[in-house]
């Protein structure tokens, strides 16, 4: 066949010729950038799952950016903490010192209440200016707000962490299921083994009676014939040595007496033994009782009716008694009682609230609802943006007129109060000998940075820590599998691009050819 008009031979090559220089171009383009899909068209499959791969390492990579920022402010809180800890330890070795007052003059103790009035004052300042570039970090900044908390319910409320993802706001629901009690002995105001009894709510003989509660233990002895009333006064006397209280029941010295913790909870106990004799009202008239399955106690408004009570099996023969702490369902949650106190850790909501005893005492009585509007420090840990990789923590003002809140003759008194010359001062109190208001004070502001910091420290270490390594690893190996999906092999690549050089070299030399074979037809027309 000698045809001129169409060069099938040439066409062919120039195909030939097309593909390998595509080819070869291919491999320039994977060597040059050192990724086998630089284009969709080179892997589609691949290309999808290597860009979803890349926004996952972005997202990774920016997590453990901001874990490590959110440790930088975590660490910067706590050394404004450990400051604020150690002026509370400060104040606290003061008024040690002032209540030796034996060995310190009127003006020695002056001067420590001078020194306690600069350090509470420095408190102050350490949480109005702590801050970590331009963010206040203990003035209250980074605690929630909270609306429509009832006073007659809820005392005080720390909140620690709540999620406002999909809410304006997260509803708190408070439901007391069990009272919270303090302990309890009961005496009777007749002395129904004597004949005839002895009813005007006195002791029939010389008696001496070891009292002891949470705070210690006192021996009181009392003559034959001493009236109830006196006896109430003796025990109240010395409640800041006991933490026991007493007081007459409601239709006075011949209805009896109850001895009573100080504090409501499990840990508070009361126990009153008679020394040198039997406890019972044989000789004396003295006989104590508690409620009976640690129940609720009412008192009678007619007058303790001791003998319906006794044979009804709510009164038992006893020396001691405990408390029980309060139980409470938080958004339906059980939420750990402790005293007056109950708290929730939970993952949406995790708060701690202090009860006032109309609520906590009184299980039939309406459940409190109050609302967390906003606040908090919110950390954005993980590569997405939903609830499950985000953590909220909040972090409460340390200034003295937050800090120490403790409840003391229907008042609540924070650390404020130990300065001189302050509304609701106790420092006349500690100038007349009282440390006792002042110490529970101390004590719990004591106890609330230690718990703030432990807090603090708990979420750098446990959250903070495990997030960055679990993201580290993460992004080790996300990167890894990205590299097998879109990195060239550059030993496969530079094979390849020896067969297209040769294969585009040979093409050149085989197009040359066919072109040549049309010029066969000259030697035809001769």
Do not use: C
């Amino acid at each position: 066949m000698a045809r001129i008009n169409t060069n099938v031979s040439s066409i062919v090559a120039q195909a030939n010729l097309r593909r390998s220089s595509s080819e070869l171009d291919l491999r320039l383009q994977r060597l040059s950038t050192g990724l086998r899909i630089n284009r969709g068209k080179d892997d589609p499959a691949g290309m999808i799952i290597s860009e979803r791969i890349t926004t996952d390492l972005a997202g990774m990579e920016q997590g453990i950016k901001n874990g490590d920022r959110a440790a930088s402010v975590i660490a910067t809180t706590e050394a404004a903490l450990t400051e604020v800890a150690d002026l509370l330890n400060t104040i606290k070795a003061l008024m040690v010192e002032a209540a030796n007052t034996g060995a310190n003059s009127p003006a020695e103790r002056d001067a420590n209440q001078l020194q306690i009035d600069s350090a509470i004052q420095s408190i102050t300042r350490i949480s109005n200016t702590a801050s970590f570039g331009g963010l206040k970090l203990l003035n209250g900044n980074l605690d929630y707000v909270t609306s429509g908390i009832a006073n007659s319910a809820i005392t005080k409320a720390k909140i620690f962490s709540a999620s406002f993802i999909n809410n304006q706001a997260v509803q708190v629901e408070v439901d007391t299921v069990a009272s919270a009690q303090t302990a309890g002995l009961f005496l009777n105001g007749l002395a129904p083994g004597l004949n005839p009894p002895y009813g005007n709510g006195a002791l029939q003989s010389t008696t001496t009676i070891r009292i002891e509660g949470s705070r210690g233990v006192q021996e009181l002895t009392f003559t034959s014939g001493t009236t109830y009333a006196d006896i109430v006064a003796a025990v109240n006397s010395r409640t800041a040595l006991t933490g026991v209280t007493a007081q007459l029941l409601t239709n006075g010295a011949g209805s009896g007496l109850v001895f009573r913790s100080e504090k409501y909870g499990s840990n508070e106990f009361v126990s009153v033994d008679r020394v040198g004799g039997p406890p019972d009202a044989s000789d004396s008239g003295w006989q104590l009782y508690k409620i009976a399955n640690n129940g609720q106690w009412i008192d009678d408004s007619a007058g303790f009716n001791w003998a319906a009570r006794i044979s009804a099996g709510n009164l038992v023969a006893a020396t001691r008694d405990t408390g029980q702490d309060v139980r409470a369902l938080v958004n339906g949650t059980l939420a750990t009682g402790r005293g007056l106190t109950v708290s929730v850790n939970g993952t949406s909501l995790s708060l701690e609230l202090d009860l006032h005893t109309d609520l906590a005492t009184r299980p039939n009585a309406a459940p409190t609802i109050f609302n967390i509007t906003e606040g908090g420090s919110l950390f954005q840990l993980g590569p997405q943006i939903n609830a499950l990789q985000q953590v909220s923590i909040g972090v409460g003002s340390v200034a003295a007129e937050k800090l120490g809140g403790t409840l003391s003759s229907g008042t609540v008194h924070f650390l404020s109060s130990l300065m001189k010359g302050q509304p609701n001062s106790i420092e006349e109190n500690i100038r007349n000998g009282d440390f006792t208001s002042a110490s529970d004070i101390l004590d719990t502001a004591i106890d609330e940075v230690s718990k703030l910091r432990g807090r603090l420290g708990a979420f750098e270490r446990n959250v903070l820590e495990t997030n960055s390594r679990s993201l580290q690893a993460a992004f080790e190996n996300l990167t890894a599998s990205q590299s097998q999906i879109r990195d060239a092999d550059f030993a496969l690549e530079t094979s390849q691009l020896t067969r297209a050089q040769i294969l585009q070299q040979s093409g050149m030399t085989i197009l040359g050819l066919a072109n040549q074979q049309s010029q066969s037809v000259l030697q035809l027309l001769g």
